[in-house]
């Protein structure tokens, strides 16, 4: 069922777990996410960067897309459609095509601007039913050729842009896009807890989920955090399993070849990665 994640979050938020959003890059990701998720009867929110929107040819296209599959597997737990970090036109455009949710990253503008176009966008997202994520202070590694500095949000910018009537919250903590360095400091709980207390019952974002240790996860999600995204983490395990079969020439036994045999194994590593993240945040049962 294709929903605002406005619902599933305020739960969360309530019952102490996080949901997690996982990013689809094509069909095989997708389905794998749909179906470990009714499996394990959590919510999820499906995000889509503004390059894999144009990856799939268009954010038209990953709408009619989800919704079809959504429907064809019979799902039944809660699936928002989220764009992940979209420009102020790339917004725009996914409530225009049908998306569910959406995150302005309006971050790297100076704050008074980041407030009056997310102010503008909330009027929009809430006129067309749907939910959206604002962000303060950037998030650090490379997302689709912006690179942000990992510094941590200012948590009086934070309960700024939380009054402007958004549903969710990200705001930099010292996490970073893509795999950790070796000399990552780690995730800094202090501002979490003074985000968490000037921003209230507010749903707040971790973006960066891959390679945050377990302890970590649920420290964050004990101080507030309702929503975690998941990108890296599953293209990973996909490829790695996509080489080891390339790699033992099974491509070259038998119809070894053909993709849906071949896609095969990363496919499975995509689920069984998103069913531990689901179990680690909590969210398992909660649709
Ligand atoms: P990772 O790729 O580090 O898991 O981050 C995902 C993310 O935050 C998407 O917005």
């Known amino acids: 069922m294709l929903v605002s994640a406005k619902e599933m979050l305020d739960k969360a938020k309530a019952g102490h777990y996080a949901v997690g959003q996982f990013n689809i890059n094509n069909l095989e990701w997708t389905k794998a996410i749909l179906?470990?998720?009714?499996?394990?009867?959590?919510?999820?929110?499906?995000?889509?960067?503004?390059?894999?929107?144009?990856?799939?040819?268009?954010f038209k296209t990953v709408a009619a897309m989800v919704k079809a599959m959504d429907e064809s597997l019979g799902i039944t737990v809660p699936v928002a459609l989220h764009l992940d970090h979209g420009t102020y036109e790339g917004t725009k455009a996914c409530i225009e095509a049908g998306f569910t949710s959406v995150m302005f990253d309006g971050s790297s503008y100076e704050i008074d601007e980041n407030v009056a176009k997310t102010?503008?966008?909330?009027?929009?997202?809430?006129?067309?039913?749907?939910?959206?994520?604002?962000?303060?202070?950037?998030?650090?590694?490379?997302?689709?050729?912006v690179i942000g500095k990992g510094e941590c949000a200012d948590p009086d910018e934070c309960k700024r842009i939380a009054d402007l009537g958004i549903d969710m919250l990200a705001?930099?903590?010292?996490?970073?896009?893509?795999?950790?360095?070796?000399?990552?400091?780690?995730?800094?709980?202090?501002?979490l807890d003074a985000i968490q207390q000037k921003t209230g019952t507010m749903?707040?974002?971790?973006?960066?989920?891959?390679g945050i240790p377990d302890d970590m996860i649920?420290?964050?999600?004990?101080?507030?955090?309702?929503k975690i995204n998941v990108n890296t983490?599953?293209?990973?395990?996909?490829?790695?399993?996509?080489?080891?079969?390339?790699?033992?020439?099974?491509?070259?036994?038998?119809?070894?070849?053909?993709?849906?045999k071949l896609l095969a194994p990363g496919v499975e590593a995509i689920k069984a990665k998103v069913k531990e993240k689901i179990e680690l945040f909590g969210s398992n049962g909660k649709a």
């Open 35 to 58: 179906l470990t998720a009714e499996e394990t009867k959590s919510p999820v929110i499906l995000g889509v960067s503004e390059g894999a929107g144009k990856y799939m040819c268009g």
């Open 119 to 145: 102010t503008e966008l909330v009027k929009l997202a809430h006129d067309n039913g749907i939910s959206i994520e604002a962000e303060v202070g950037a998030i650090g590694g490379e997302e689709d050729g």
């Open 171 to 191: 705001a930099g903590i010292g996490n970073i896009h893509g795999v950790y360095p070796d000399n990552w400091e780690g995730l800094s709980f202090d501002t």
């Open 203 to 210: 749903p707040l974002v971790l973006h960066g989920g891959t």
């Open 218 to 226: 649920k420290k964050a999600i004990d101080l507030g955090v309702s």
């Open 233 to 260: 983490e599953c293209q990973l395990v996909f490829a790695e399993e996509t080489r080891k079969y390339i790699e033992a020439g099974k491509d070259k036994q038998g119809k070894g070849f053909d993709p849906r």
